[in-house]
């Protein structure tokens, strides 16, 4: 096995039936919403909704470096498969983490077997923690419990079957900030058409308006998104990485194969480039493991930021290794998909700009 196979293989075997699925639906899951629906119950029968959560909630075990591992084996396939992976298992997260059991039990099961998608709704929570944005949803207190108003511009996995989703919302009271959540047939939520994207069409990105929804205490996930959020952010941007990780990989790897023949400088930079992501992925997973990015944000802010140019440099490296061959439609589409996936690890939130943001802010403290 060469150096380049070596350093890219993931942690993670996927079954055969799905990557089989995947890789004959790649171009069309980033093109087309036609496919939207069978995302998450593929993902789901493969066993993959389970991974890092305890056996005794059902799960397959492990923890949550194990799901960054099967996000970023999706992600070698399609980045909009991953994506949704990732707004699933994420809110699978908020739900290990949160002290409310009843809600955990209720929904933990469901959401593993992909009978009902999980859409994580909280990066206006994210922007908001780190001051960049105002809180979206306001919760205005009554005698059932909450009345929740207000919109979400950007959410990703909000399934047309039926999804639950994360918010912050403000409260109109003197309660602070908290999490709750909102499922798609409550009255009152209204989700657009999808968003028209350039890329990952198939992810059921949508808007979602809220308009006197009512939740009462067995849908607040955290009554205090300030105390919170923080705990829970090293897990949603580890799990977001899986998605660099694989994308990166997956460049990588097809660069490597199209230069070995070379052995120039090319194939020296590309093997140079997969070594160098693998120790940003030992990072990432030894940082997360540890707790450390729970109580210092900016180391993790960096490796974000890092991985996402290392997507970058890996589909160049892959263009030059392709040459005009990238260019030929009838050649190998999965170029020009991997090409327009690598333009959204940038801009997902937290954006790599917002990330900038918050580095010169610890810098400047």
């Known amino acids: 096995m060469s150096v380049g196979e070596q350093t890219t293989r993931s942690a993670v075997t996927l079954p055969a039936e799905l990557t089989d699925w995947l890789q004959a639906n790649a171009d069309q899951l980033d093109s087309t919403p036609e496919l939207a629906s069978e995302v998450v119950p593929r993902l789901a029968g493969a066993g993959l909704f389970a991974v890092g959560v305890p056996q005794e909630l059902g799960g397959s075990g492990g923890a949550t470096i194990d799901a960054i591992d099967a ?57 908001f923690l780190s001051g960049i944005e105002s809180l979206q949803i306001t919760a205005t207190p009554n005698e059932q419990g909450w009345q929740l108003d207000g919109s979400l511009a950007w959410i990703t996995n909000l399934r047309k079957e039926g999804f639950i989703a994360a918010a912050a919302v403000n409260s109109a009271g003197e309660l602070p900030p908290a999490v709750v959540a909102f499922v798609s047939d409550g009255a009152g939520v209204t989700r657009s058409p999808d968003l028209e994207l350039m890329a990952l069409r198939g992810s059921n990105t949508a808007a979602v308006k809220i308009e006197g929804v009512q939740i009462g205490e067995g849908e607040v996930l955290h009554p205090n998104a300030r105390a919170w959020l923080p705990g829970v952010r090293p897990s949603f ?80 490296l892959e263009l030059q290794a392709s040459g005009g061959r990238a260019y030929l439609v009838d050649r190998d589409r999965s170029f020009a998909r991997r090409w327009r996936e690598s333009a959204f690890i940038p801009i997902v939130t937290p954006s790599l700009t917002q990330l900038q943001v918050e580095l010169a802010k610890h810098a400047a403290a």
């Open 71 to 127: 996000i970023a084996a999706v992600a070698e396939y399609s980045v909009t498969a991953a994506f949704v992976f990732w707004g699933q298992r994420t809110f699978i997260e908020y739900l290990l983490q949160s002290p409310n059991e009843a809600m955990r039990a209720r929904w933990i099961g469901p959401l593993m077997r992909g009978e009902f998608a999980g859409a994580t709704g909280l990066s206006n929570a994210m922007k």
């Open 237 to 316: 941007l580890g799990l977001q990485c899986g998605l660099s990780i694989g994308l990166a990989r997956a460049s990588l790897r097809a660069a490597h194969s199209l230069s070995t023949a070379m052995r120039g400088p090319l194939l020296e930079r590309i093997v140079g480039q997969q070594v160098a992501l693998e120790d940003l992925v030992t990072q990432l997973k030894d940082g997360v493991a540890d707790g450390r990015f729970k109580t210092a944000a900016a180391p993790m802010f960096r490796l974000r930021i890092a991985l996402a140019e290392s997507v970058q440099q890996a589909v160049m």
